[in-house]
């Protein structure tokens, strides 16, 4: 049975940093890509970050240069070290594994079949 489960969120002000982390098990983690999306009130889930099996990464616009995706595979562990938090980034933070095996980085949601509860973010201005 595949698991996802995300921790480290929490309730952080305007400026601070948080860390998410994804532990997966009962998946081939090392051979997929893996992905951090979000969730605020009210909207759509939109893709945040990604990370390939070859390290290669993608970030959306919005969290480009104040948020960076690792994986260890070692350990079969996504993280989202988040930095410069603005309250916009107030969402629930979900992780995924891509469906495809080797595939490159991708944002595109459907492509991602197994998902964690996610876990609350809150940034207080």
């Known amino acids: 049975q595949v698991r996802l489960v995300e921790s480290g969120g929490g309730l952080v002000q305007a400026g601070g940093s948080l860390r998410l982390s994804c532990a997966v098990s009962g998946y081939p983690f090392s051979l997929h890509t893996m992905g951090w999306f979000r969730q605020a009130p009210g909207k759509e889930r939109e893709f945040v970050a990604a990370i390939s099996t070859a390290a290669n990464t993608l970030y959306a616009d919005s969290v480009k240069g104040r948020f960076t995706i690792s994986r260890d595979d070692a350990k079969n562990t996504v993280y989202l070290q988040m930095n410069s938090l603005k309250p916009e980034d107030t969402a629930v933070y979900y992780c995924?594994?891509?469906?495809?095996?080797?595939?490159?980085?991708?944002?595109?949601?459907?492509?991602?079949?197994?998902w964690g509860q996610g876990t609350q973010v809150t940034v207080s201005s």
């Open positions: 995924a594994t891509d469906s495809r095996p080797l595939r490159p980085v991708t944002s595109r949601t459907y492509e991602y079949d197994h």
